[in-house]
């Protein structure tokens, strides 16, 4: 890989962070431009549920899978990383659909079991109602997103990347090439630019000609005071899905990806928490401390992009949901394509071009 090139990465979210620390690892000189600082918008939002779960063709499955085997990669090569493979339990499907999603990613090779109230009730003691038929999946796991974010650009800094914190007005173009951007009136100059800012990638973008198609549907999540554990790992039920983080927070939304807020957010938070408190046992000295509404950057065909900028040199977009689970893949992929011209074959149905189509 050369170590000539000078790359900016436009947000310090998770997917930026990730591909800011693989670039700068390859040797490549990065500046990271985020308006938010370490850990970006999207990220501090999200459930931060590592899968590669139910509602997926096995073709998404396969970079899913991938994505997960390359987070324990990255924790190997940086430690600090806080990272837990927790489990996941879930019966949040009719049980006719949980039996096809369970047969189906079975058949793909994902490590599920299939239990009973009395072994839900050993995997998740503190289960008010154990499922009479659940799935299991031991593999799947956790990262807290923005420590995750902040020591991936600590360690990408400590190799030499440069933060800068401001906002990009625009792309700097000469002749039809991105060559930089323009942060609060300062050009900085490149030869190559991503865009991993989620959901302000859109409005980016289009200051060089270039659309993405992407929606940013909002998501409430609820966060209690720490507490002491009650959780041991990930449980995806009926409207309600929880886990408890590093620090003993019980964090829930409708589901994963946080549910609708409603005209009322903070009615709708009280909701939710208290079906949470009354999920668990034990839990009568739980409380709200407070929720979040978090929006997705979502491509509309729920699909990643993650693609050179088909017209546009010197451009790159890293931009999707589920970018949790996709993380340590897609910096490693886009490190390799932006260096060597080197697509990998699980990131072939993911081009921005897919659109023009």
């Not at 959901?199 to 549907?217: M, S």
């Not at 964090?251 to 957010?265: E, H, L, R, W």
């Not at 970018?323 to 072939?348: N, Q, S």
Request: charged share 20%; glycine share 10%.
């Amino acid at each position: 890989m050369s170590s000539a090139k000078e790359i900016i990465v436009i947000g310090a979210g998770i997917i930026g962070a990730s591909i800011a620390w693989h670039l700068t690892k390859a040797g490549v000189r990065v500046t990271v431009v985020s308006e938010s600082g370490a850990g970006g918008i999207s990220t501090p939002n999200s459930f931060a549920w590592i899968n590669a779960s139910w509602g997926n063709p096995e073709i998404y499955f396969r970079l899913r899978t991938r994505a997960m085997a390359e987070w324990k990669r990255l924790a190997n090569e940086l430690p600090e990383l806080p990272l837990a493979w927790c489990g996941g339990l879930c019966w949040d499907l009719p049980a006719d659909r949980l039996e096809a999603y369970a047969a189906e990613h079975s058949s793909w090779g994902y490590g599920i079991e299939r239990v009973d109230a009395k072994r839900a009730a050993q995997i998740e003691p503190n289960l008010v109602e154990p499922p009479e038929f659940a799935v299991y999946v031991a593999g799947e796991g956790v990262a807290e997103p923005v420590a995750a974010a902040k020591a991936l650009l600590a360690d990408a800094e400590r190799r030499g990347a440069r933060l800068v914190a401001g906002t990009v007005d625009r792309l700097a173009l000469v002749n039809g090439k991105v060559n930089g951007v323009i942060v609060s009136g300062e050009t900085i100059a490149a030869d190559e630019v991503v865009i991993a800012a989620g959901v302000g990638a859109t409005d980016i973008a289009a200051t060089a000609g270039v659309k993405l198609p992407i929606e940013t549907p909002p998501g409430l999540i609820v966060h209690s005071r720490p507490y002491k554990k009650l959780l041991n790992g990930l449980v995806h039920a009926e409207k309600l899905h929880m886990r408890q983080t590093a620090e003993g927070r019980v964090i829930a939304g409708s589901d994963f990806a946080g549910g609708d807020p409603g005209d009322n957010p903070d009615a709708t938070a009280r909701d939710l928490f208290a079906a949470a408190k009354a999920a668990l046992r034990a839990a009568d000295g739980l409380e709200l401390d407070f929720h979040t509404v978090g929006y997705r950057p979502t491509p509309i065909d729920g699909f990643p992009i993650i693609s050179r900028a088909e017209g546009m040199d010197g451009l790159y977009i890293a931009v999707m949901h589920s970018g949790i689970t996709l993380a340590p893949a897609v910096g490693l992929f886009a490190t390799r394509e932006i260096l060597d011209g080197e697509r990998d074959p699980l990131l072939a149905p993911y081009g921005l071009e897919r659109f023009a189509q």
